[in-house]
């Protein structure tokens, strides 16, 4: 079990938006930056979102990110099936001393 | 070209030890806090440990599951990365990458693609 909780799952159409919750505790999310990554299997997870809100050049403005408390979320615009992959939350823990990752979850463009 | 170059996977018995190696180029090494992260079979990504710069103090932290059996170091005059592993466990069959904090002033992280460390009798 995850201490950043994220759905296993969710799925839409081409061109339709989805959105990635994850949540978390006053103790990583509501205390600190969150990122977000997009991994496909056999490649490396690639930074879609790092402080919180911020993204690397090379990365769509379809790509958004918001916080509110200890929860964060991700949303994506303009579905493709290029998006298609499993994408988690990361956050920082001040009472564990550790890096956490969310469990993933697993994008579907239908 | 930025490049994190992971090596040292293989086949250990439970028990066993292993050291794995990420070579970093195309970046100032020694000022980049670096990352151990890890994917076991049909899992998600999991965090292994952290080393900080030596200028931050060198600091390391470690993920529960692997506190006292793994040891992170850095070789800044060979920007190496290592992660020695001990008391190897098969829940710690997994590909292992490196990965960089983000670099500011790239406004990125890198990672490399990983080494597969399985652990099996």
């Known amino acids: 079990q995850s201490v950043l909780t994220q759905p296993p799952s969710v799925s839409a159409a081409p061109g339709q938006k989805v959105t990635i919750s994850c949540s978390g505790s006053s103790s990583n999310i509501g205390k600190d930056f969150v990122s977000w990554y997009q991994h496909l299997p056999g490649t490396a997870p690639k930074l879609l979102i790092y402080d919180t809100y911020k993204r690397p050049s090379g990365i769509p403005a379809r790509f958004s990110a918001s916080k509110s408390g200890a929860s964060a979320t991700l949303a994506i615009t303009g579905l493709q099936t290029g998006d298609e992959a499993d994408y988690y939350c990361?956050?920082?823990?001040?009472?564990?001393?550790?890096?956490?990752f969310g469990g993933g979850t697993k994008l579907t463009v239908l | 070209d930025v490049q994190l170059v992971e090596s040292g996977g293989g086949l250990v018995r439970p028990g066993g030890s292993l050291r794995l190696s990420c070579a970093a180029s195309g970046f100032s090494f020694s000022n980049v806090y670096m990352n151990w992260v890890r994917q076991r079979p049909g899992k998600g990504l999991e965090w292994v440990g952290r080393i900080t710069s030596k200028t931050a103090g060198g600091t390391l932290a470690y993920a529960a599951p692997v506190k006292g059996r793994f040891t992170i170091s850095r070789d800044d005059s060979r920007n190496t990365l290592y992660l020695q592993m001990n008391g190897l466990k098969t829940d710690d069959t997994a590909v292992y990458f490196c990965a960089t904090e983000v670099i500011i002033s790239d406004k990125s992280d890198y990672w490399g693609l990983g080494t597969l460390v399985t652990v099996s009798s």
């Open positions: 990361v956050a920082w823990d001040s009472s564990l001393s550790a890096r956490l």
